[in-house]
C-alpha cells in the first residue's frame, strides 16, 4: 500500500461542518479519514468517480445522508473535497448512473 494522500477541505465544506451537530460532524470527519486512499474499490468507503458540472470527480457518500465530492491531484499527494452536501441534493445533481 503506498503512502497516504492528504485530505484538504475547502472554506465551504469546513464552514458547513461548523454548523453541524456534534454527532453528525464527528461521523463526516471519520468518513473524510477514508480519502486518505482516495480511489474507488481500495480503501474503504463508497467511492467512485464520475462526471460532476461537466467535469471528471470523485464522489463518497458518507452514510445515506451526505455527498463529498472531491478531487486527486496524483502528482502532489493531495485529495481536495470540493463540497459537501444533503445525498437527495447530490442526487438531483450529478442525476442518476447508469
Do not use: C
Not at 492528504?6 to 454527532?23: A, I, M, Q
Not at 460532524?25 to 464520475?50: M, Q, T, W
Not at 470527480?57 to 463529498?68: D, E, M, P, Q, S
Not at 496524483?74 to 442526487?91: C, F, Q, S, T, Y
Amino acid at each position: 500500500m503506498g503512502e497516504a494522500y492528504e485530505v484538504l477541505v475547502s472554506r465551504e465544506v469546513r464552514d458547513l461542518l461548523d454548523g453541524l451537530d456534534e454527532k453528525s460532524a464527528r461521523i463526516v470527519h471519520e468518513n473524510l479519514a477514508k480519502l486518505e486512499e482516495p480511489h474507488p474499490g481500495r480503501g474503504s468507503g463508497d467511492k467512485e468517480r464520475i462526471t460532476w458540472r461537466g467535469r471528471a470527480v470523485y464522489r463518497l457518500h458518507v452514510g445515506r445522508t451526505w455527498t463529498a465530492f472531491y478531487d486527486v491531484e496524483e502528482n502532489d499527494g493531495v485529495v481536495k473535497v470540493l463540497r459537501l452536501m444533503p445525498i437527495d441534493d447530490a442526487h438531483r445533481e450529478y442525476g442518476s448512473l447508469d
